[in-house]
């Protein structure tokens, strides 16, 4: 299947974007309309920060588990995602790259390496609703960033 790549720009610098996708829990904050019943495992953050939760997406319900398997600060994190059973193997690219004007532009692209038979029939209606997930994911991680730093300046 073909990935799918969403992004937004915001004010915040790479390195405050970085510094607030690196902690595995901070996840949930923008996620959390359609990932559920966080449970955390290993460090806070960093490669080998693990969660697993549940996913309701497209009228399926599935748990999933969320490790990082690289990182390189400021610019990426790749979480690489197990679920449907073992069935749906995926990463998620977080790539943050400086703007001109200042702020940075946050991409996330979601790749299947593996997927279930159903998802692969389907597979232009499943990307659609990832897309449109993943894009409200970008315009709420914009918002929770807003706050982080604007908490973190006070």
């Not at 966080?38 to 319900?61: M, N």
């Given at each position: 299947?073909k990935?799918?790549?969403?992004?937004?720009?915001?004010?915040?610098?790479?390195?405050?974007?970085?510094?607030?996708?690196?902690?595995?829990a901070?996840?949930?904050?923008?996620t959390?309309?359609?990932?559920?019943?966080?449970?955390?495992?290993?460090?806070?953050?960093?490669?080998?920060?693990?969660?697993?939760?549940?996913?309701?997406?497209?009228?399926?319900?599935?748990?999933?588990?969320?490790?990082?398997?690289?990182?390189?600060?400021?610019?990426?994190?790749?979480?690489?995602?197990?679920?449907?059973?073992?069935?749906?193997?995926?990463?998620g690219?977080?790539?943050?790259?400086?703007?001109?004007?200042?702020?940075?532009?946050?991409s996330?692209?979601?790749?299947?390496?593996?997927?279930?038979?159903a998802?692969r029939l389907?597979?232009?209606?499943?990307?659609?609703?990832?897309?449109?997930a993943?894009?409200?994911?970008?315009?709420?991680?914009?918002?929770?960033?807003?706050?982080?730093?604007?908490?973190?300046n006070?």
């Amino acid at each position: 299947m073909k990935s799918v790549t969403v992004s937004i720009d915001v004010p915040q610098t790479p390195a405050q974007v970085y510094d607030f996708l690196d902690v595995m829990a901070h996840h949930e904050r923008f996620t959390d309309h359609y990932l559920t019943d966080w449970r955390y495992d290993g460090p806070g953050r960093g490669i080998g920060s693990r969660a697993t939760v549940t996913a309701a997406l497209g009228g399926v319900t599935s748990d999933v588990v969320i490790e990082v398997v690289e990182a390189e600060a400021p610019r990426r994190l790749v979480e690489r995602n197990i679920s449907a059973a073992g069935r749906r193997l995926a990463h998620g690219t977080y790539t943050i790259e400086p703007l001109p004007t200042g702020g940075s532009r946050i991409s996330f692209t979601y790749a299947w390496t593996r997927a279930p038979l159903a998802e692969r029939l389907l597979a232009p209606a499943v990307r659609a609703t990832m897309r449109r997930a993943n894009h409200t994911v970008m315009q709420r991680l914009a918002a929770e960033l807003a706050r982080h730093v604007s908490a973190a300046n006070r």
